[in-house]
């Protein structure tokens, strides 16, 4: 069975550019969450998505944003980027009754210049 | 202060000893406790979950919570060069959806 999926793996922008980034979760997962890790600063949750909707957000600024579509894959959206936003940006996938456990992706390393 | 403290080491052992891995929390509303293993430009991987206290074991892995201390433990027996990786805590109140991680204590097993 297919683990979760991220892309691109890595990608560069520029300040001020806007960054998508796509998961797919493993088959059967119908919530996706998002999490930030930076160089220094562990992992940061970002937002949860189930079943098409957002659940839950951390504490990002609203240029942070994403969607989940009806096959329950998940993009994430930074717009405006700044050059604090270079990380790590991982997601995982799981069940909304058993959000302990999740599994997560290889990540996508974004890189803003 | 941060919710979830954890030594971010580096902690280098040789191979065959017991790893002790820990984390302190201040939160008295989680009582879910995970931890994860990463290695090199990987995703986490999902190791072990406890919820509330008490102990968990699979195989070499043992899990401890205690939440009057606000501490919990990964011990790893047998340890293996394999085992080399950074080792997260994470822990989540019932019903948030989100879970709340330490930073990460890398460990490298030595041959």
């Known amino acids: ?113 | 202060q941060k919710e979830v403290e954890q030594d971010p080491g580096p902690l280098s052992v040789p191979e065959g000893a017991i790893v002790s891995l820990n984390c302190t929390y201040s939160n008295s509303a989680f009582q879910y406790f995970m931890w994860y293993r990463q290695y090199s430009r990987k995703g986490p991987e999902l190791l072990m979950y406890t919820y509330s206290s008490g102990n968990k074991e699979d195989g070499r892995f043992t899990a401890q919570v205690d939440k009057s201390s606000k501490y919990i433990s990964l011990f790893i027996r047998d340890s293996q060069p394999s085992d080399s990786a950074t080792y997260l805590c994470a822990m989540s109140e019932q019903g948030a959806q989100k879970l709340v991680f330490g930073q990460g204590t890398r460990l490298t097993i030595n041959p």
Not at chain 1, 20 to 43: D, E, K
Not at chain 1, 58 to 74: A, I, K, L, V, W
């Open chain 1, 1 to 113: 069975e297919a683990g979760v999926t991220q892309s691109p793996t890595h990608l560069i922008k520029t300040r001020g550019q806007q960054a998508t980034l796509r998961c797919s979760p493993i088959s059967g997962h119908t919530s996706v969450y998002w999490y930030q890790q930076a160089l220094g600063l562990g992992l940061q949750f970002l937002l949860w998505y189930d079943e098409g909707e957002e659940r839950n957000r951390g504490n990002f600024p609203p240029r942070f944003s994403g969607r989940q579509f009806p096959n329950y894959s998940s993009e994430l959206n930074v717009n405006a980027l700044e050059l604090e936003d270079s990380a790590l940006y991982l997601c995982a996938g799981g069940m909304n009754r058993e959000f302990a456990e999740q599994y997560f992706g290889p990540g996508t390393r974004l890189t803003v210049t």
